[in-house]
């Protein structure tokens, strides 16, 4: 069984550019979750699909950050546009049940905006 | 959702047992205790989970006393590959009813030869 996929692994932008990092999550689990760690700190949880549904979305830093997973199946976190404080790793998870500490997570985004 | 405590970092050595101890004073009824790994240049791993006395898998133990404040996860006989970060977690994510992680700063076990 595959597991979760990110892509890019890496990601260099200016300051003001766009970035779209994708995550595949296990096939058949519905729950996916975005999380970061930025430089020093601990990882944060930003969001979390219950298929294409937004579950919960408090952990979203502002709007410049936007997440969609449209068919319930691989979602997008787009960065626009992005600032240096915005650089750090970005990780995806995913699990078949709702409520689970049991998350699958990927092996994250290394997002660099100089 | 418990705040955690755990050391930020431990040494040992391959083919002992490795024991690190995670506070959580004010964790609540329904919380588990979550223990995630995570190796450089990885997402972290979800290793074992607990709600009191004792859970043994193939990978760890952990241990939680009845008061529940605290909790041990127990790693036996470490190679060079178990270096890594350990998170302790106690109960979930607290805003809004979601169901993210809420990770500390974890304990960095290095494994010497």
């Known amino acids: 069984e595959a597991g979760v996929t990110q892509f890019p692994s890496h990601s260099v932008i200016e300051k003001g550019q766009t970035v779209t990092l994708r995550c595949d999550p296990i096939?058949?689990?519905?729950?996916l979750y975005w999380y970061r760690r930025v430089m020093g700190k601990e990882i944060k949880f930003l969001l979390h699909?219950?298929?294409?549904?937004?579950?919960?979305e408090s952990g979203m830093p502002n709007n410049r950050f936007l997440a969609e997973r449209t068919g319930g199946t691989y979602s997008t976190l787009k960065v626009q546009p992005a600032e240096l404080e915005d650089s750090g790793v970005y990780f995806c998870?995913?699990?078949?049940?709702?409520?689970?500490?049991?998350?699958?997570f990927g092996p994250g985004t290394r997002l660099t905006v100089t | 959702l418990a705040k955690t405590t755990q050391p930020i970092s431990m040494d040992s050595y391959e083919g002992q047992e490795v024991n690190i101890t995670c506070s959580h004073n004010?964790?609540?009824?329904?919380?588990?205790i979550t223990w995630y790994q995570q190796f450089p240049s990885q997402g972290p791993r979800f290793i074992i989970q607990?709600?009191?006395t004792k859970v043994t898998n193939e990978v760890a133990s952990l241990f939680i006393p009845a008061d529940r404040k605290s909790s041990t996860l127990s790693l036996p006989r470490v190679s060079l590959s178990d270096t890594a970060v350990y998170y302790c977690?106690?109960?979930?994510?607290?805003?809004?009813?979601?169901?993210?992680?809420?990770f500390g700063k974890g304990t960095h076990l290095i494994i010497q030869p």
């Open positions: 607990g709600y009191k």
């Open positions: 998870a995913s699990s078949p049940f709702q409520g689970s500490y049991e998350q699958y």
């Open positions: 004010n964790i609540a009824t329904n919380d588990y």
């Open positions: 699909f219950v298929k294409e549904s937004k579950q919960d």
């Open positions: 977690l106690a109960g979930m994510y607290s805003g809004g009813g979601a169901d993210g992680l809420t």
């Open positions: 096939s058949g689990h519905d729950n």
